[in-house]
């Protein structure tokens, strides 16, 4: 560490809080410590300057975000303690801290414990025991209850109720949560899709508008723009599109003289006086209402098609003005709809991930957000036991399903500050394609009859989707398989309606489970199909083809890419996961064409645009009609050209994928990967247990947890009681966030400066320079550089604040943020806004940063390739054309949105050709003699590349 960065270490607040904090040691202690054993009473002497066999520094260690967080923590804590120096519930801060750290998700072992009791009691400190912190218990804590399954095997259970009763009780979550369907035809989340807007289980009942509770299935008094006031019958609340205002929609109910105006040409029959005309549906605001009305006694109704009235008879009209069952039950309070998703899996309960195989159940909110969805701690761990499958442990879970959506429970509202009822109906279920199967009955991919939507046939209708089953009609055909008489007939009819007769107390509650079990883009596309075509590709391939596969690899610019692709895919593969295959799919075209047969490429061409609508980030609707017939196009080539996989049953669910994300929105709204990351817990709590009653220790060790949580963030217990400040404040410290809920420094330092759009930033790890066109920036000179730039007649301050680099006044980056707050380096593609440049792309070169604050972007815009007509020429995978043109402009950081994936478009003078690459091995640098892919770039041709997941 350079002297220099040691004082300005010596300098900070950070370095005088750490030595006050070290204040409880007494000087005889540390001047023991010093003599007995070489310790330096200086905190920066610790760090030795001189020694050049020293090869960590303390700048090493610490990134830029690094030492924000612990120094932002050291602060936020001190005054933390100075305006409380209480923690309630817990009796101090130190009590607070090592209960946090033995119930967090990251459990540590018993010798690990005991060695930090140890080191505090050493320090000084008054530490209680080990065994009164773990039997501490939180006031309000609803602990785990007993169940035992039909086989009489024992498992615990967290309830949903009190979960969904801590989740409301914390204001951030019931802040967030979407409590309406939400109309629009771009769907981006799970609540803007079809089930949820179509299906009046999962409506909201009630409103308040201008002081006046509204519920469903009420006749109310609105101002219509047509017919001034009149009456609706109210039948759905929506929110529509992003704006904040509800609206209603209801079956208009006019009065002879407001039905003239509508239809002046229609003679009107003599009717009472409180007759009303249902006439259509209309939508409005509810700001609108102004009155709630009482009911018509006689409607009859206007058809249109047959220009005459149907009046409706007295059980029609009685059933029709009945009111919604949930308006007697709130007696007075809101009622709120909060659809669940429930997801089930196995996951391992040791560390090989290969054995000991645990079941588990756990739940989300449909409401939250996607990007809230994703975080561990939004998933809430119901129950898991290694002595059973997940259908023996689905009885209290069909129970309390069916309470919660027939009955409802009372909870606290933070958002809304006052009692509610709450109806959280069944939504999805999310597992993989066994699991599912195994839920609804079904034989499984095995069976003739694979397909748990429709009854499609393995052997006669792979490529059809047919007859959809239901839930009713499955329970019919275990009816009839119980009634044969014998096992040789009930097997029979197995095979012929592809289900099994099992007791299945899932199958009783109020939703349809068949509909509820949507196509899992995970298991389906990458770990399925994609793992298929490799398994039948990659053994054909001779080993000069292998080695020059993993020189495309190498030569491929991960612009744009999440991940990388890490080991050699060419043996590999069979042992990638999730995103290895997600990375291999958005570049598999580019790298393998050359060495695939023309069927083969035409399949790996439909794939490829199979995945790019599984991973799409919206959905549009007006596109449902074509995304399908892609699908229908990839099961065809499948059929054509590698008919050995058309018998999976995978290839057969891509059918079913557009319809499932028109019921749910894109699939990542239902994807199993973050929910199969939360396994990981799971794991650990076994692995750090006694393993004596694993399923007891994991479900009371989550309900501490969640009750933590709910806790630490001002939830309400014990009837009004809350955390003191001091515990809030330690809650929501980084260090806290970090550890008990995995929160990234992205969200942790959101306040920063390096954190927010349009910052220029320096990261450990990127390139100081990179090749382009065989110029780098330094070869290219910064004078050149500038008078290319000033040649194209910038604006004033930019030739003021560029002149002024060639006296070295100005600073170059490696990376900037871009306006989505993601990492772009020097180097990148990136997509520009519109707004600010005339290039919609171009490559990152470096960012410069002026004394005076402003940052700039030297740019190299990419022109798009036109055909004659205007419309973009593509190339043969349907990628745009865009080259790279000689145009240097500079823009400013905040005009970029992210960095995008382009693949330099490979001409004859790109050759492969074997050369020296350099390695790290054992911290020595090795030359080998590789197959390598040496670009031309004279060619300055590209193409976007449509399949990167952005």
Known sequence: MSESNLERHFGTERHRILVESLSHVSKEQNQHRCSEEGFIEDVGAGFDRNDEDCQYTYEDGCSDEDESVIESDVVQLARSLERSSTCK??????????????????PMGESNLSFIWFMLQSAGHSVPSLSKVRKFLLPGFVPSLKFLSPDRYPFYYNSMRSTLSSCLGKRKIARDLTRYPVVTSIYKEVFHGKRWNTDPRFFTPMITTNDIPVFLRECVAFSHPQFGMTTAFIVKFFQKGDDVELCFEGDLLLDARQFKIAVPDSTIYFLPVNTRILFGRTEQCISLITSVEQKPTDIVQWEAATDSFKRF????????????????????????????????????GNKSKKWHKFESWSFMLAGLPRNLNAKHENIHFICCSDQMDALGMSGPIADELTGLEMDGIEVYDAYLNEQVLVIAPLLCIICDNPQASKLVNHLGGSANKYCRFCMADRDTSPCLVCEERSLQQSLQQMEIIRSQRTEALREQHRTLYGVREVSNPLLHVPSDLYRCLPVEALHIIP????????????????????????ARIRAFNHSGFKVKIHGNVCYHYQSFVGRDYKAWMQMAIFILSPYLSNGQLIVLVNLSKVFQIAYCSFFELSKAEAWHQICVDFVHSVRDFMPKMLRKQKVHYILHLVQCMQDYGPSSSFCAERPESFNSNIRMQNIFGNKQAPSRDIAVHFAVIEHLRFVCEGGYYNDKESCDTGLHDLYYSNQVQRFLNSAPSKELNAHKAIYTAATARMPSGACDQFMFLKVTITELGVESTLEQILKMDPPYDVIVHLGSLMDGKLQQFKAVMSHTVELVHAGDYIELDPPFCEFKYGQLLTTIKSEA?????????????????GQPLVNSFDCPLYYLSRKLFTVDSSAIVRAVSM??????????QDAELFQNVEREEMATMQCVLKHDWTLPLFCYNVYCIL
């Not at 009685?318 to 998703?341: C, D, E, M, N």
């Not at 604050?853 to 007509?869: K, S, W």
């Not at 693949?903 to 492969?912: M, N």
């Open 89 to 106: 519930p817990f009796p101090n801060l130190l009590f607070a801290l090592l209960y946090i750290l033995i119930h967090g998700p990251h």
């Open 313 to 348: 008879s007295s059980e029609e009209t009685a059933q029709y003005l009945s009111p919604h069952p949930f308006k007697a039950k709130a007696a007075g309070r809101r009622v709120v709809t909060v659809p669940l998703v429930l997801f089930s899996d196995d996951t391992s």
């Open 527 to 550: 770990l399925g199909i994609c793992k298929a075509f490799l398994k039948d590709v990659m053994p054909k391939l001779s080993p000069t083809q292998k080695r020059e596969v993993l």
């Open 853 to 869: 604050g402003h940052t700039y972007c030297l740019v190299q815009g990419f022109e798009a390739v036109e055909q004659p007509d």
């Open 903 to 912: 693949v330099h478009e490979c001409g004859s003078s790109c050759k492969l």
